[in-house]
């Protein structure tokens, strides 16, 4: 351990990174160094207590007592006095002190304090890595013996480090190069000093009297565990008679209100023996000044095999930490002599620690590893110093093969021959997993190949990484033809029209640039006979522990949509032709009655005007139909959503069309849940509609078409529209809703319909974010069903 007059390390740059590599900033709370920080508070008389660690511009507290905070600057604050002077700290009066304000030394807000106390905690390499120190409201409320108690719990702090640094190596292969011996070493040198030359109990009470806490000091001289006695008042066993009478008497002096009081007892241990303990009592208050606990701080005055019996607690530790430990520990001579080995390492060779010891390690390495063995040797000879690590590749007692991932280090301890302390990790089932990763990696090369898309990648020169089969293919190349290739200038070098397409403007590389997926609808790729292939694709970049290291780019052959993209375009033309149809008829309706030709037959003219309002609500459905369906094609149909109630959007799709049911000889049947929906409700009564006026045209006579509405889930309702008709063929039922279907060809010219009106209604319910489907019914017909959301108000949210 350091002591006070340790040089210490001014480098600012070298004191953080020996903080950073404690990994204690901003970590949750330790009960191990709460415990520390509540003990120095006791052993000091303080209110309050700390233990800071100073990074470049904070103290960040890792344990508090008396106050609640986490954080303090460190400019101005008496850590950052006491990291300059690289030494324990005393503040008598910090109101006398030119270095503070006149409000003191501020550890939280309202907690302003006059004395203060700090010992430095010192890394390994010398440098300061922050403070445990006590404060007070008083002046003079510390002294030099107060200092020597907290340079002692400094080092204790210390020596926690280094051996939580030591454990994280048993958990990440990453952190084999933590020097577990000399925390191990450190650990069993805390353990000696701190028993050697402090030898404090505490024993703290409720105000009735009852234990409630008992420390490992308490425990270890008086034989007794805290669940022994804990909630017990002054127990027989442990206080003699009339030796209890007195504590008990001191107890409710100081309870009552007496500041301290000092006191020698003996104890009687459990095997009977009696050790004479010197107590401090001292009360615990609260907020309100109220006595919450007493806290009896003592020291075992008998100074009986003190020595031994640290002794042996470190040996303990020391034992219980190797033993339990899940790596690979060992020490070995110089000759390669096994000194020790856990009882892990020696059961996953099949056998038991004993029948190791002793033995040469170089009895178990693998035959064909024997050669870096020897070299492991040769390098400890040439690099004393250094930390050497590598595998060893054992074998175990049944022939077992054990790979070992070891960082070593060469010892030597006064007093002690050369020794190598080695820690391992068994990595055998982790190559293993390498190996069935190598074996998932070709699995998804097969996957890749067996997707119907091109699919490859690039890196961010834009040379090709891989390629599945499919796009290959695609291209007319094979994959190892293409496999290094600048892909820009083989297959995207030019636009349809043959001009030139600069790399500078691609989309694929720009996509590497901006670090953003992308989505181009319409391109070309040049195949390796000189013609061009209209592609979609989809370009992402490809990321790996946080950096771009390429693009994948997904392709698809468009050639078949473009054909389709015609015939709609074919289609929308033939439909506008058809137009005249309806035109003509309600010409020769309205020609007859401006005529003065049916005033012979005056009955006639509504049938004439009817007919004329049939073709005009035709036309406007049809030229509807064909705008919002390109509208919906090229995503500029605009929703204006709102609250809707299901019910009144069926009325108000079934209305305009009583007329037309009552023709046919068809009835309405409205069966729906009162549920509200969030819709563009224009666009969804448009859908009921276009489904009514389905059911109407392929219903028979006589028959009922039933509406309704019910609430599927509590963020979807499901509209349905049902007829009584001849249904759809099973073959149908999931081609209906694409565009220019028709359940029978020759529907279009019997029943009429452009075969958009369904197609039409799937656009806006996906648009809605909603299903569309349909289904025949048991007892003949079929139902057409859609989802929209559900409307939830803020009150029903709240519910």
């Not at 509540?38 to 008389?45: E, H």
């Not at 080695?422 to 293993?432: F, L, P, V, Y």
């Not at 780019?553 to 137009?579: N, Q, Y």
């Not at 509609?689 to 059911?695: D, E, K, V």
Request: net charge negative; aromatic share 8%; charged share 25%.
């Amino acid at each position: 351990m350091l002591s006070t007059s340790t040089t210490v390390q001014h480098d600012e740059s070298e004191r953080l990174k020996s903080l950073l590599h404690y990994e204690i900033l901003d970590t949750l709370p330790d009960p191990a160094f709460d415990e520390i920080a509540r003990l120095a508070a006791s052993v000091c008389n303080a209110p309050f207590a700390f233990i800071g660690f100073l990074d470049w511009s904070r103290v960040w507290f890792k344990s508090t007592v008396g106050f609640a905070g986490r954080q303090i600057r460190r400019n101005g604050s008496p850590c950052q006095f006491l990291l300059l002077e690289g030494k324990p700290l005393l503040i008598s009066d910090a109101l006398t002190d030119h270095r503070f304000a006149a409000s003191g030394i501020v550890l939280a807000d309202e907690i302003k304090c006059r004395s203060y106390a700090a010992a430095p905690l010192f890394s390994a390499a010398g440098t300061i890595l922050g403070t445990i120190a006590v404060c007070s409201r008083e002046a003079n409320a510390f002294s030099r013996v107060d200092l020597e108690m907290l340079q002692v719990l400094g080092r204790q702090i210390v020596t926690r480090l280094e051996l939580y640094a030591t454990g994280q190596v048993q958990e990440n292969v990453l952190r084999l190069r933590q020097r577990s011996e000399q925390a191990l070493t450190v650990e069993r040198n805390f353990v000696a000093a701190v028993l050697n030359t402090i030898s404090a109990l505490v024993l703290v009470f409720d105000t009735a009297g009852r234990i409630v806490r008992f420390n490992r000091a308490c425990e270890t001289i008086s034989g007794y565990s805290f669940g022994d006695l804990a909630g017990r008042s002054f127990p027989e066993e442990l206080f003699p008679p009339g030796e209890r009478e007195t504590a008990i008497r001191i107890f409710e002096r100081v309870r009552a209100g007496n500041a301290t009081e000092s006191y020698e007892i003996n104890w009687r241990t459990r095997s009977e023996r009696m050790r004479r303990i010197a107590w401090t009592a001292t009360s615990l208050t609260n907020a309100q000044d109220e006595v919450s606990f007493v806290i009896m701080t003592g020291a075992d005055v008998t100074e009986q095999r003190a020595a031994e019996t640290a002794l042996r607690t470190s040996e303990e530790r020391y034992r219980q930490l190797v033993e339990s430990s899940l790596g690979f520990i060992c020490a070995h001579d110089l000759n390669g002599s096994l000194l020790s080995i856990n009882s892990h390492a020696a059961g996953t060779l099949g056998y038991k620690p004993e029948e190791l010891i002793g033995t040469p390690l170089r009895n178990y390495v693998d035959p064909e590893h024997l050669a870096a063995y020897d070299a492991y040797f040769a390098a400890l000879e040439q690099e004393p110093g250094e930390d050497h690590q590598g595998r060893f590749y054992l074998r175990g007692k049944t022939g077992q093969l054990c790979i070992v991932e070891y960082r070593n280090k060469l010892l030597q301890l006064p007093g002690t021959d050369p020794f190598v302390l080695s820690h391992g990790i068994d990595i055998t089932e982790q190559t293993q997993s390498e190996e069935e990763l190598n074996a998932l990696t070709r699995q998804h090369q097969s996957i890749l190949d067996s997707v119907g898309d091109g699919i490859f990648g690039m890196d961010m020169e834009g040379c090709l990484t891989f390629i599945n089969r499919s796009g290959a293919n695609l291209l007319d190349y094979s994959p190892q033809d293409l496999l290094g290739q600048d892909m820009h200038a083989l297959i995207h070098h030019s636009h349809a029209d043959g001009s030139p397409y600069p790399k500078e403007e691609c989309p694929i590389l720009g996509s590497v640039q901006r670090e953003t997926p992308l989505h181009v609808h319409d391109d070309v790729f040049w195949r390796k006979d000189g013609k061009f292939l209209p592609v979609e694709y989809v370009a992402c970049p490809l990321v790996a522990n946080g950096r771009v290291e390429g693009v994948v780019v997904a392709f698809a052959d468009v050639t078949e949509r473009r054909r389709l993209d015609r015939m709609k375009d074919e289609f929308i033309a033939t439909v506008s032709h058809e137009l005249r149809t309806p035109l003509t008829s309600l010409r020769a309706a309205l020609g007859l009655v401006a005529s003065g030709a049916l005033e012979k037959t005056p009955e006639k003219i509504p049938q004439m005007l009817d007919l004329a309002v049939g073709n005009c609500d035709r036309l406007v459905r049809l030229v509807n139909d064909i705008v919002d369906f390109e509208r919906i094609g090229s995503g500029n149909m605009a929703l204006h959503k709102n609250e809707w109630n299901a019910i009144d959007l069926l009325r108000r799709a079934m209305d305009p069309e009583r007329s037309s049911a009552a023709r046919a000889g068809l009835t309405f049947r409205i069966d729906a849940q009162p549920v509200d929906v969030w819709v563009d409700g224009d666009r969804i009564v448009q859908v009921l509609g276009n489904l009514i006026r389905n059911a109407i045209k392929f219903s028979e006579r006589g028959g009922e078409i039933r509406l309704a509405a019910r609430a599927g889930s509590e963020k979807e309702v499901t509209f349905e529209v049902q007829d009584h008709g001849e249904g759809i063929p099973a073959e149908k039922l999931d081609f209906i809703f694409e565009r220019f279907q028709q359940v029978d060809a020759s529907d279009s010219r019997v029943r009429g319909g452009t075969g958009l009106g369904l197609a039409l209604c799937r656009g806006i319910v996906n648009e809605h974010g909603g299903r569309i489907w349909a289904r025949n019914n048991p007892e003949g017909g079929s139902t057409l069903c859609f989802t929209v959301e559900r409307y939830v108000s803020d009150a029903d949210a709240g519910l």
